[in-house]
Nanobody, 133 residues
Framework: QVQLVESGGGLAQPGGSLRLSCAASGFTFEYYALAWFRQAPGKEREGVAC????????WYGDSVKGRFTISRDNARNTVYLQMNGLKPEDTAVYFC??????????????????????????WGQGTQVTVSS
């Protein structure tokens, strides 16, 4: 049974930091790309960050570049999102997602252009992040 469980959300002040974790189970973690998405009330879901397999370079949404860092620990089956320089507009429910990396003629189909819009196999239940003074 594929399962993703997020933790680490909460209340932070503007300029502050939070670290989200997503613990995975039920699949071979090292073969999967992991991503973070967020959704604020009344807004569409937004891709925050993605990290693929084999130490590939991570990708980020434009609104979080330079402030957020995604990382993965294959030994712990966990993906992290370090959020620094938080802004009120970062307030949202944050979800982690996982998808097995697929290949076409030996080339990964997951790219910087596709990660934020593709369908993912598994989703977590979400964790609330609120940035407010």
């Amino acid at each position: 049974q594929v399962q993703l469980v997020e933790s680490g959300g909460g209340l932070a002040q503007p300029g502050g930091s939070l670290r989200l974790s997503c613990a995975a189970s039920g699949f071979t973690f090292e073969y999967y790309a992991l991503a973070w998405f967020r959704q604020a009330p009344g807004k569409e879901r937004e891709g925050v960050a993605c990290i693929t397999v084999n130490d590939g370079a991570p990708w980020y949404g434009d609104s979080v570049k330079g402030r957020f860092t995604i990382s993965r620990d294959n030994a712990r089956n966990t993906v992290y999102l370090q959020m620094n320089g938080l802004k009120p507009e970062d307030t949202a429910v944050y979800f982690c997602a996982a998808d097995r990396v697929k290949y076409s003629f030996g080339v990964p189909t997951l790219t910087d252009a596709t990660w934020s819009s593709m369908d993912y196999e598994a989703w977590g239940q979400g964790t609330q992040v609120t940035v407010s003074s």
